[in-house]
């Protein structure tokens, strides 16, 4: 006798699954990133390379992720779930595969950030903003971790849940805070501009100081004027003379 029980969509099940995976790590990786911004600018010597190595807003890309991603992130999950509450889909292997590589990409997080505040602290290394930043991807982390073992324990999908609800709200609190935290903190449109003109031309300068040099060693004398071609390339960013 042949099954006709109707089967389970594995492929709508590894797409939703995957792209709520994805939009997790991003939301994740914007709030982090903004968290680090913010907690460079108020606590620490807002010299953090990795953020103002390009010399323009720190706050804008973060920023613009979670006003973008944090809703999409939380509408995918809600259909995720509410496919799973109308018996469309059931948490099968596809489903179970990716929540535990979610768990051991958290565990990984926890403990190596575990093992990195532990050896700041032996190290003497006491700033406010490194404890601050190793402090936020923990908690980052943790709270994935303990969402995802507590969904993956969880068979009643007929209603939202408390521990559902709670994780629901806070995702939203915590973007929202951070996000007008960074705009309160994050320096005007215009003064940004201005100091992406001023990196670049910074940048500018250092690079002619290298041109001139190897100039001066090729020809054993400085040019009379920089008229040449290889001078051509530096212009002022803003006025472009």
Known sequence: MNDTTPKKSTALDAFINLLTLITLGWFAGSLGRLLFVIIEKTVGDSKDIFFYMSGGDPFSWPIASLLIITPVFLTISGLL????????????????????????????????????????????????????????VLVIAVCIFLYYLYDLKREDYSHRSLVAKIAFVSVIVVALVSIVSGFLIADSPKLAREKKFDFERASQLDQLSYTLEEFYRQNEGLPENLSEKRFAQFVDPESKQ
């Open 81 to 136: 779930h509410k496919e799973y509450k109308k018996g469309n889909l059931e948490k099968g292997g596809v489903y179970r595969w990716l929540t535990y590589f979610m768990l051991l990409v958290s565990a990984l997080v926890i403990a190596g950030d575990l093992i990195k505040l532990v050896d700041n602290l032996l190290s003497g290394d006491y700033k406010i903003d490194t404890i601050l930043k190793i402090l936020t």
